[in-house]
């Protein structure tokens, strides 16, 4: 059955402060993985789109790289701007969506 | 180029009750998608519409359906409501079926079942 696992729930991190979230996956053949952005209220907003192990893809502050198990978004330099809930998904038919990791960036 | 839309945005019903929600995707697209996102279970798959029809579809009972316009524009539709039905649904759009393409998310509806 594909699953897909994210962590940390929650972060919280000194504006500046880099780190990475984390995307554990499990499937039968990828069907791309795929990185949302979303704030309260909001809809999610697309970030990223990976299709094989090894890929990686930046914007701005963002870099998300792919491995045969998982899926990492790193943060550099963090602004508060950046604080909303991130989003891993695998795509497919049934595309299934992580539980996401609440980003706090304090100023 | 417009976004995605949703209308209503904000939507108080009883138990019992029924409730069509709206979603008008980005000019193109020919896939719409809905989603339900709760605090307990995140966003979930409901089903996708391409080309008028129904072609992928997640694990929710039958009193959720939908359907697709000759404009992609797409209907989703819950009867008999539920306490549980109480979420945001979101629709998301994109250019090819399947949910493998980049999808475009509207801002939502907020349905609340008392």
């Known amino acids: 059955e594909d699953q897909v696992t994210q962590s940390p729930e929650a972060l919280r991190l000194q504006e500046g402060e880099s780190s990475s979230l984390n995307c554990s996956y499990t499937v039968s053949g990828l069907r791309g993985l795929f990185w949302y952005r979303q704030d309260p209220g909001k809809g999610p907003e697309f970030l990223f789109t990976?299709?094989?192990a090894g890929e990686e893809k930046e914007k701005e502050r963002l870099k998300a790289t792919l491995t045969k198990k998982e899926s990492f978004l790193h943060i550099t330099a963090p602004k508060p701007e950046d604080s909303a809930t991130y989003l891993c998904?695998?795509?497919?038919?049934?595309?299934?969506f992580g539980k996401g990791t609440r980003l706090h960036i304090l100023p | 180029k417009a976004g995605v839309t949703q209308t209503p945005r904000y939507l108080i019903k009883t138990r019992g009750q029924q409730v069509t929600l709206s979603c008008s995707p980005i000019?193109?697209?020919?896939?719409v998608s809905w989603y339900q996102q709760t605090p307990g279970q995140g966003l979930q798959f409901l089903f996708e519409?391409?080309?008028?029809?129904?072609?992928n579809k997640g694990n929710f009972p039958g009193r959720f359906s939908g359907r697709q316009f000759s404009n992609s524009r797409s209907e989703m539709n819950v009867s008999t409501l539920e306490l549980g039905d109480s979420a945001l649904y979101l629709c998301?759009?994109?250019?090819?079926?399947?949910?493998?393409?980049?999808?475009?998310f509207g801002p939502g509806t907020r349905l609340t079942v008392l």
């Open positions: 000019s193109g697209h020919r896939s």
């Open positions: 998904a695998l795509g497919g038919d049934k595309i299934i």
């Open positions: 998301a759009s994109s250019l090819s079926r399947g949910n493998t393409d980049t999808q475009y």
């Open positions: 519409y391409f080309s008028e029809t129904q072609r």
């Open positions: 990976l299709y094989s």
